[in-house]
């Protein structure tokens, strides 16, 4: 199936996640400007982000259910007043523990609802399972093009207004999640003629329990883990380690806006690689070519070429995990409850996200040095590449019917 054949839905989904996914990526060159606003050290804000991660994932399960339940529609318009809610308290806030509610609640809310798991079920229902994870990956690719479009766009605001101004302009951009959501047809509606046929046979208990005993289905969370500390570690945190070598904010900026445009690439190569190859494999290719590059990083002196390089290369294979991931939950437990099952992989993507923008704070306030954490990142990227080797990427045999009628 050529992209262009693709069903609305998933171009809406698309133009969702460019606005969501673009925002969130942003965040890190705020942490200097709202750390010397509230004269609180970089583990502040590292753990405001870091929370909001952790409850990105949180809710995700429960927001995938209802979106499994209810349609995608409802839940995105939803996710969207919250999240520009949250960046609207986060621009007025007078004391820094407000931001915990505002940019760390709020905003983790609304992520986990105008998000990769929520749109991803959307699309899951509309494209057949051969295209899976073509259409996964060009989706993916969509919050890398908001990455790539939307940071410089936060640097430019950053240098001509404030901070405040500039998450306030944010909180509108939501409005625009909101007008695409409108045009989403409802779950109901998705699973209409020209839909693939969904087994409807199975229960939500039944399922969660056939992915719970599957061994290969906690394999895929580890992977998930290791790839939500690498994310939110280099996304935080890239800017001040650059600002600490003496480059110029906008190398920062640049160096994440590669990591965004490589990753519109990357994203739609490794989806398009799970469909022809063993998903596993691909997997472990992945995380290899990101222990490469950021050994090569830390190893070579932190000049503007190398930190604009590494943003390219490590952007590459950043969220090429995403259509292979969820392609591979897909594929081994069916599109019925991938919201739900997808939600629960992105909960443990996302305490790695927790952890890694957190202890990457941690660490730097108590080493004054990120080389740790640095090489820490390194070692798990290894491990990660083994973890899919084991994997039992077959459908799991089910019975023609689970329980009575």
Same mark, same amino acid.
């Given at each position: 199936?050529s992209?262009?054949?693709?069903?609305?839905?998933?171009?809406?989904?698309?133009?969702?996640?460019?606005?969501?996914?673009?925002?969130?990526?942003?965040?890190?060159?705020?942490?200097?400007?709202?750390?010397?606003?509230?004269?609180?050290?970089?583990?502040?804000?590292?753990?405001?982000?870091?929370?909001?991660?952790?409850?990105?994932?949180?809710?995700?399960?429960?927001?995938?259910?209802?979106?499994?339940?209810?349609?995608?529609?409802?839940?995105?318009?939803?996710?969207?007043i919250?999240?520009?809610?949250?960046?609207?308290?986060t621009?007025?806030a &007078?004391?820094?523990?407000? #931001?915990?509610?505002?940019?760390?609640?709020?905003?983790?809310?609304?992520l986990?609802?105008?998000?990769?798991?929520?749109i991803?079920?959307?699309i899951? !229902?509309?494209v057949?399972?051969e295209? =899976?994870a073509?259409?996964?990956?060009? =989706?993916?690719?969509?919050?890398? $093009?908001?990455?790539?479009?939307?940071?410089?766009?936060?640097?430019?605001?950053?240098?001509?207004f404030?901070?405040?101004?500039?998450?306030?302009i944010?909180?509108?951009?939501?409005?625009?999640?909101?007008?695409?959501a409108?045009?989403?047809k409802?779950?109901?509606?998705?699973?209409?003629?020209?839909?693939?046929?969904?087994?409807?046979?199975?229960?939500?208990?039944?399922?969660?329990k056939?992915?719970?005993?599957?061994?290969?289905?906690w394999?895929?969370?580890?992977?998930?883990?290791?790839?939500? $500390?690498?994310?939110?570690?280099i996304?935080?945190? #890239?800017?001040?380690?650059?600002?600490d070598?003496?480059?110029?904010?906008? =190398?920062?900026?640049?160096? #994440?806006?590669?990591?965004?445009?490589?990753?519109?690439?990357?994203?739609?190569f490794?989806?398009?690689?799970?469909? !022809?190859f063993?998903? !596993?494999?691909?997997? &472990?290719?992945?995380?290899?070519?990101?222990?490469?590059?950021?050994?090569?990083?830390v190893?070579?002196?932190?000049?503007?070429?190398?930190?604009?390089?590494?943003?390219?290369?490590?952007?590459?294979?950043?969220?090429?995990?995403?259509?292979?991931?969820?392609?591979?939950?897909?594929?081994?437990f069916?599109?019925r409850?991938?919201?739900?099952?997808?939600?629960?992989? $992105?909960f443990s993507?996302?305490?790695?996200?927790?952890?890694?923008?957190?202890?990457?704070? !941690?660490?730097?306030?108590?080493?004054?040095?990120?080389?740790?954490?640095?090489?820490? =990142?390194?070692v798990?990227?290894?491990?990660?590449?083994?973890?899919? #080797?084991?994997?039992?990427?077959?459908?799991?045999?089910?019975?023609?019917?689970?329980?009575?009628s």
């Amino acid at each position: 199936m050529s992209i262009f054949r693709f069903p609305l839905l998933v171009w809406l989904g698309i133009g969702i996640l460019i606005f969501s996914l673009g925002i969130r990526q942003s965040f890190g060159i705020f942490m200097m400007p709202i750390s010397d606003t509230f004269g609180t050290g970089r583990e502040f804000f590292s753990f405001a982000i870091a929370l909001q991660n952790l409850l990105f994932g949180f809710f995700q399960p429960f927001i995938g259910m209802a979106s499994d339940r209810f349609g995608s529609k409802k839940i995105i318009i939803g996710g969207a007043i919250a999240y520009g809610l949250g960046l609207y308290l986060t621009s007025i806030a &007078t004391h820094p523990s407000m #931001l915990y509610l505002s940019i760390g609640a709020l905003v983790g809310l609304g992520l986990s609802a105008t998000s990769y798991v929520i749109i991803l079920g959307a699309i899951a !229902r509309v494209v057949p399972a051969e295209h =899976t994870a073509k259409a996964f990956g060009l =989706t993916t690719s969509a919050g890398s $093009f908001g990455m790539f479009a939307v940071i410089p766009g936060a640097q430019a605001l950053l240098n001509q207004f404030n901070w405040q101004t500039a998450m306030q302009i944010f909180a509108l951009l939501c409005c625009v999640m909101i007008a695409f959501a409108t045009f989403m047809k409802t779950a109901k509606q998705d699973s209409a003629k020209d839909a693939p046929v969904v087994d409807d046979s199975q229960t939500l208990k039944e399922a969660l329990k056939e992915a719970f005993t599957n061994k290969s289905y906690w394999l895929i969370h580890m992977g998930f883990f290791v790839c939500g $500390f690498h994310v939110m570690f280099i996304a935080t945190h #890239l800017p001040s380690y650059l600002a600490d070598k003496g480059l110029p904010a906008q =190398t920062a900026a640049m160096a #994440l806006a590669y990591v965004g445009i490589f990753n519109i690439f990357g994203s739609y190569f490794w989806g398009i690689m799970g469909d !022809r190859f063993d998903k !596993r494999y691909v997997m &472990t290719a992945l995380y290899l070519v990101r222990t490469l590059v950021i050994g090569a990083f830390v190893t070579l002196p932190v000049t503007v070429d190398t930190a604009v390089i590494f943003g390219g290369a490590i952007g590459f294979c950043w969220l090429g995990t995403v259509p292979l991931t969820s392609g591979l939950v897909r594929q081994i437990f069916g599109a019925r409850y991938l919201s739900t099952l997808y939600g629960l992989v $992105f909960f443990s993507h996302q305490v790695g996200s927790f952890l890694g923008a957190w202890v990457g704070g !941690r660490i730097y306030d108590y080493y004054h040095s990120y080389t740790p954490i640095w090489w820490l =990142t390194v070692v798990m990227a290894f491990i990660a590449a083994l973890i899919h #080797l084991p994997i039992n990427d077959k459908p799991v045999p089910r019975l023609t019917a689970h329980h009575a009628s």
